[in-house]
């Protein structure tokens, strides 16, 4: 008689200390928390503080967390950044767009980016500067909200109608800035002129005195996987250029990752 092992498919067979461990590390990066203590991190996660120790102490054993013994307060360790350089020396997208994000950067003069939609986040995965003297703080690895600016427009205005609606019916959208900011007016005649142009622009919304204009970036059977922005203080006239040099990037970029003319 042959003993099988049925393996079940359900998404609740989780490993409680595996659990435990992956909000430690995500507690960090949902609440932009950039230290913490024992209580604070044990209470999030919704452990006993000695679990909360246990489990840090083994992170921090491999570089996951890293403990201040002056304060014993923990913060991410630099294993966490390896593993997100390993990740994204691997996507297909980063290494498609960074000649295009150069040429871009060049031509404009601006902070020329690109991320991927990632559920509620817009996630920079590369990056190149204009040159100019005023740089922009954006890193590799920032997180935007998915509606935020120009890009959450470019993105939301290319999605299919059902998913387009979906996200507009959330309760907090930041389209410009403050989710008290938002018009649906306003925003709805923004998506109907991205459509025919190919680009969004946000002129001072989310930070008055920074411009961006972001264009779409689509995959195989064009569907929406992120967005290129241009970013600086360019002034309004020359955001038509500079929003045309971002949606022929787009479209290079979208090409190549097998999307259709």
């Known amino acids: 008689m042959k003993n099988k092992t049925k393996e079940s498919s359900s998404n ?6 595996v659990e435990q ?3 430690i590390l995500l507690f960090f990066t949902r609440h932009n928390v ?6 604070e991190i044990s209470n999030a996660v919704g452990i006993s503080r000695g679990r909360g120790y246990a489990l840090l102490k083994t992170l921090a054993a491999y570089g996951l967390i890293e403990r201040n013994e002056a304060t014993k307060r923990y913060r991410l360790g630099p294993a966490v950044l390896t593993l997100s350089r390993s ?7 980063r290494a498609v767009a960074l000649p295009r994000l150069e040429t871009l950067a060049r031509e404009t003069g601006c902070t020329a980016l690109v991320g991927i939609a990632s559920e509620e986040h817009f996630i920079v995965i590369a990056k190149r500067d204009g040159g100019t003297p005023l740089g922009i703080t954006i890193e590799v690895g920032h997180r935007f909200h998915l509606t935020a600016g120009a890009h959450g427009k470019a993105i939301v205005a290319f999605l299919p109608e059902e998913e387009r609606a979906k996200i507009l019916k959330r309760k907090n959208l930041y389209f410009y800035g403050n989710p008290k900011n938002y018009q649906k007016s ?11 142009r190919g680009y969004a622009l946000d002129m001072g919304d989310l930070q008055p005195g920074i411009h961006a204009a972001a264009a779409p970036v689509l995959t ?22 500079i929003g045309e040099k ?7 970029i979208s090409r190549a990752m097998g999307a259709e003319p």
């Open 246 to 252: 971002v949606r022929e990037a787009a479209q290079a």
């Open 186 to 196: 306003r925003l709805t005649k923004e998506i109907k002129v991205c459509r025919s």
């Open 34 to 39: 950039a230290h913490a203590n024992l209580t």
């Open 220 to 241: 195989v059977g064009n569907r929406v996987t992120g967005a290129v922005i241009a970013v600086g203080t360019f002034p309004k006239e020359a955001a038509p250029t």
């Open 12 to 17: 609740d067979i989780l490993v409680p200390a």
């Open 87 to 93: 990740l994204l020396q691997h996507l297909d997208l």
């Open 21 to 23: 461990a992956a909000k």
